[in-house]
T-cell receptor, first 114, second 115 residues
Framework: DGGITQSPKYLFRKEGQNVTLSCEQN?????MYWYRQDPGQGLRLIYY???????QKGDIAEGYSVSREKKESFPLTVTSAQKNPTAFYLC?????????????FGSGTRLTVV | AQSVTQLDSHVSVSEGTPVLLRCNYS??????LFWYVQHPNKGLQLLLK??????LVKGINGFEAEFKKSETSFHLTKPSAHMSDAAEYFC?????????????FGGGTRLMVKP
C-alpha cells in the first residue's frame, strides 16, 4: 500500500547535536512538507518542496535544514541552532494539485532534547 | 488570501449525543475545504473534503460537513458520538490562488467524549 513513512517514531537528542528525521513516500507525489506541532497548538510549516532539488522556507525555518535529492525522500535536519527542538514533527505529501487533493501525512516523529 | 478559524478549542459531549465542531473560512477564490482528525501521537487522517461538488459532504466514521458559502462555514457534525471519536480535529482551507498548493490549517478543536 502507498503511504508516507517517518522514522524514527521517537528520537532523543543531546544539547548541541544535529539530528535528521527521515520521510519517505511511495505515492509518487511531487510536493512534500514538514510541520512542527507543539502541545495544544496547531501545525506550523517548517519547509516545503514542490519539486526535486528545490525547496522553500516555511514560517519557522530557522534552525532547520532540508534536502530533496529524490522525489521519494525529504529528510529534515534539526540543527544545534534550533533552540527549542522538543516537539512532534509531521511530514506530508501531495500531488501537484494538492489544493484540491489535500495532504497525506506520516505518523510523526517525537523529538526530545535530553 | 485564505484563512480558517475554528470557533471552539475544546468541545465535550456525552457518548451517543450529537457532535458539532465549528469552522469558518475566508477565501478570495472558490475554496477546497477539508477536515482532518488526529489521535494522540499519530499523524493526521483525512475525514472528508469539499471541492465544489455537492455541498453536503460525507466522510469516514459517520462524520459529515456542509459547505455554506453565504455563511463562509464548513461545520463538522456526527449524529452520535463514540468514545473512539475523542481526538483533535483540524479544519483546513485552500483556494489554489496566491498560496498555490498550500493548505491553511485551523488551530484545532479537541473533542472529548464522556461515557
Amino acid at each position: 500500500d502507498g503511504g508516507i513513512t517517518q522514522s524514527p517514531k521517537y528520537l532523543f537528542r543531546k544539547e548541541g547535536q544535529n539530528v535528521t528525521l527521515s520521510c519517505e513516500q511511495n505515492l509518487n507525489h511531487d510536493a512534500m512538507y514538514w510541520y512542527r506541532q507543539d502541545p495544544g497548538q496547531g501545525l506550523r510549516l517548517i519547509y516545503y518542496s514542490q519539486i526535486v532539488n528545490d525547496f522553500q522556507k516555511g514560517d519557522i525555518a530557522e534552525g532547520y535544514s532540508v534536502s530533496r535529492e529524490k522525489k521519494e525522500s525529504f529528510p529534515l535536519t534539526v540543527t544545534s541552532a534550533q533552540k527549542n527542538p522538543t516537539a512532534f514533527y509531521l511530514c506530508a505529501s501531495s500531488p501537484q494539485q494538492g489544493w484540491t487533493y489535500g495532504y497525506t501525512f506520516g505518523s510523526g516523529t517525537r523529538l526530545t532534547v535530553v | 488570501a485564505q484563512s480558517v478559524t475554528q470557533l471552539d478549542s475544546h468541545v465535550s459531549v456525552s457518548e451517543g449525543t450529537p457532535v458539532l465542531l465549528r469552522c469558518n473560512y475566508s477565501s478570495s477564490y472558490s475554496p477546497s475545504l477539508f477536515w482532518y482528525v488526529q489521535h494522540p501521537n499519530k499523524g493526521l487522517q483525512l475525514l472528508l473534503k469539499y471541492t465544489s461538488a455537492a455541498t453536503l459532504v460525507k466522510g469516514i466514521n459517520g462524520f459529515e460537513a456542509e459547505f455554506k458559502k453565504s455563511e463562509t462555514s464548513f461545520h463538522l457534525t456526527k449524529p452520535s458520538a463514540h468514545m473512539s471519536d475523542a481526538a483533535e480535529y483540524f479544519c483546513v482551507v485552500s483556494d489554489g490562488g496566491n498560496a498555490g498548493n498550500m493548505l491553511t490549517f485551523g488551530g484545532g478543536t479537541r473533542l472529548m467524549v464522556k461515557p
